[in-house]
Nanobody, 118 residues
Framework: VQLQASGGGLVEAGGSLTLSCVASGSTSIINAMGWSRQAPGKERELVGSISRGGNASVRDSVKGRFTISRDNAKNTVYLQMNSLKPEDTAVYYC?????????????WGQGTQVTVSS
C-alpha cells in the first residue's frame, strides 16, 4: 500500500485547509485510515481516524474544527481543517491500517507541511 498526501501549505490563523491522501496498491486490505501530525521538537500525535464504515473520531484539541472523511471508491481520506491555530503547525501524515489478526500493520504517507501564521 502506498499513500500520497497533498493539500498542505501556509495559512493565516483562522483559515482553512483540506488535506487529501490517496491510497494505491493493495487497497482492499485497508480498514481504518487516519491522520497524525508532528510539530517541531514534539512527538507524533494522532489527529483522528475513520473506519471503512465511516465511524470517525478526532482528538479533543481539534474537535469542532477538524473533520475526517473518506471516499472508499476513490481510496481517499480527507482532513478538513477549519479555524486553524498556530499550534496546529506541523507535518501531517496520513496512515492506513491493515488488521492482521491480533496486530495491525500501519502504512504511512510521506507527510505534508501545514504552517499557520499568527
Amino acid at each position: 500500500v502506498q499513500l500520497q498526501a497533498s493539500g498542505g501549505g501556509l495559512v493565516e490563523a483562522g483559515g482553512s485547509l483540506t488535506l487529501s491522501c490517496v491510497a494505491s496498491g493493495s487497497t482492499s486490505i485497508i480498514n481504518a485510515m487516519g491522520w497524525s501530525r508532528q510539530a517541531p521538537g514534539k512527538e507524533r500525535e494522532l489527529v483522528g481516524s475513520i473506519s471503512r464504515g465511516g465511524n470517525a473520531s478526532v482528538r479533543d484539541s481539534v474537535k469542532g474544527r477538524f473533520t475526517i472523511s473518506r471516499d472508499n471508491a476513490k481510496n481517499t481520506v480527507y482532513l478538513q481543517m477549519n479555524s486553524l491555530k498556530p499550534e496546529d503547525t506541523a507535518v501531517y501524515y496520513c496512515h492506513a491500517h491493515d488488521p492482521l489478526g491480533t496486530s495491525t500493520r500501519i502504512y504511512w504517507g510521506q507527510g505534508t507541511q501545514v504552517t499557520v501564521s499568527s
